[in-house]
C-alpha cells in the first residue's frame, strides 16, 4: 500500500512537472484536443491554471484509488505467501 501510494504520488508529481514545462507543445497532441475544448468553454483565462486545476480535481480519486490497489494486492499476495509457508511447514513437520 506505502509502495503504491509514494509511486502514484511521484507520477503525479511528474505529470504536473510535464505538464508545465510543455504545455504549449502538449496542446496540438490529438489526445488533448478534449481539454483544449474544455479550456476554449470554460471561458477561463489562463490555460495553465486551467489544466492545473483539472488535473488537481481528479488527484485524490487517483491516490486512493492506486493506494487501494496497492493494498488489495498486497494484502492477495501476503496471504498466498503465508499459506504457502504454511503449506510447506506442513510437509515437513
Not at 13 to 38: G, I, K, P
Amino acid at each position: 500500500m506505502v509502495v503504491a501510494f509514494a509511486t502514484f504520488a511521484v507520477f503525479i508529481a511528474l505529470n504536473f512537472l510535464r505538464v508545465n514545462l510543455f504545455l504549449y507543445e502538449l496542446t496540438d497532441r490529438t489526445d488533448w484536443q478534449s481539454m483544449m475544448m474544455r479550456f476554449r468553454a470554460s471561458g477561463a483565462e489562463s490555460l495553465r491554471l486551467f489544466v492545473n486545476l483539472d488535473s488537481l480535481r481528479g488527484t485524490p480519486f487517483k491516490i486512493v484509488a492506486a493506494t487501494a490497489f496497492g493494498a488489495m494486492f498486497g494484502l492477495l499476495g501476503g496471504t498466498l505467501g503465508w499459506l504457502m509457508r504454511a503449506q510447506a511447514d506442513v510437509r515437513t513437520a
